[in-house]
């Protein structure tokens, strides 16, 4: 798998509107965040290769441009707030590749219910244009329960307390490997530690030092990871207070503090 970490801020990105960077320095690059999604790589020999992206930020199209993203196969929603969902219209290119193929869409009850009413025609078609995606509502699940897709992928999913809502974090697996995202949680279930146990890499929130009422601050991350024993953590959903190399400073070798177009291989 070929992780490629597409953005990394908040609702609000960095900077600002207003050119407001914080403590940022703006003339570290790593600082410059476009909001949070995630492209999962999995090539396949037998040519059901998975291309998999992780919510639709309204910074979707110039990440799959800035990353040289030209093919999808599926898109995870994590929840509907504005900053995950918002850049769904820029999925149609993709389907124009694939002969008008709808792309496989997978997400809890409650964010495929919000996402077909504000979005219905992405999923119904409209107007003479072919749908975007066909959704599969996903079950609050164990790994025992992981749907497989393309490529032999397993994917399992997992609610998690998002102030008064609820986010959905995932597990993907592939031959042994596995990343979890786990964005937009306020508190840890053992649900959550359950799913992401000894996963390769945590993709987790992260928003700022101090609490939060909606989002982790970064001792709740950590814990995390700590508790779910992972082998590394990477920090997304940055805000303005997290200069990327302060924090890396801070952190060490406990995590790695994520930047948009961030890469590994597993």
């Known amino acids: 798998m070929k992780l490629t970490l597409l953005g990394c801020g908040t609702s609000a990105g960095v900077p600002r509107i207003g050119n407001d960077w914080g403590d940022c320095d703006p003339k570290e690059p790593r600082n410059r965040r476009s909001r949070v999604s995630l492209h999962i790589e999995i090539p396949s020999e037998a040519g059901d290769s998975a291309s998999i992206i992780i919510d639709t930020s309204p910074d979707l199209r110039n990440q799959c441009l800035d990353n040289d993203i030209h093919d999808l196969t599926h898109v995870l929603w994590t929840h509907d707030h504005a900053d ?121 929130d992260c928003l700022r030092r101090e609490p939060h009422p909606t989002h982790a601050h970064l001792a709740l991350a950590l814990e995390l990871a700590e508790r779910s024993e992972v082998a590394h953590v990477v920090l997304t959903h940055l805000d303005k207070s997290m200069d990327y190399r302060t924090l890396c400073a801070e952190v060490g070798n406990r995590a790695i503090v994520g930047y948009d177009g961030w890469q590994v291989d597993l």
Not at 142 to 163: F, K, L, M, S
Not at 180 to 199: H, N, P, Q, R, W
């Open 84 to 204: 995950h969902c918002h850049g769904i219209d820029d999925l149609r290119p993709f389907v124009f590749r694939r002969k008008s193929q709808p792309l496989q869409g997978y997400a809890r009850p409650y964010t495929a219910d919000a996402l077909n009413r504000r979005f219905g025609y992405v999923f119904a078609g409209d107007g003479g244009y072919v749908s975007i995606a066909d959704m599969t509502v996903m079950e609050n699940t164990g790994r025992d329960r992981a749907v497989t897709v393309a490529a032999n992928v397993e994917i399992a999913a997992v609610d998690q307390p998002h102030g008064p809502v609820q986010s959905t974090g995932f597990r993907i697996s592939h031959h042994g490997k596995s990343v979890c995202y786990a964005t937009d949680f306020s508190e840890i279930t053992d649900d959550m530690v359950s799913l992401y146990k000894g996963c390769d890499y945590l993709i987790s």
